[in-house]
């Protein structure tokens, strides 16, 4: 995050550890089941998510739209 104060900008980082990004993994495969989605498409949807990702700090919104690109495809 970048933040004036008083006139300086200060830099911060909010990092996320491996259990943050599998529990976003986890909450946005429940996202896309929870609208009908058949479970072995979402599975592929996560796990091209996954990668995608990586070591991103993306909030589960921004995931389960990235998951829904993958969708199908």
Not at 8 to 13: G, I, N
């Amino acid at each position: 995050m970048v933040e004036r104060v008083d006139g300086e900008l200060r830099f911060t980082y909010e990092g996320r550890n491996s259990f943050t990004r599998a529990t976003r993994a986890i909450d946005a495969a429940r996202v896309l089941r929870d609208r009908g989605i058949d479970r072995l498409v979402v599975r592929d949807a996560i796990e091209r998510t996954r990668a995608h990702v990586g070591a991103g700090d993306l909030s589960l919104d921004q995931w389960v739209a990235l998951a829904e690109r993958y969708l199908g495809s």
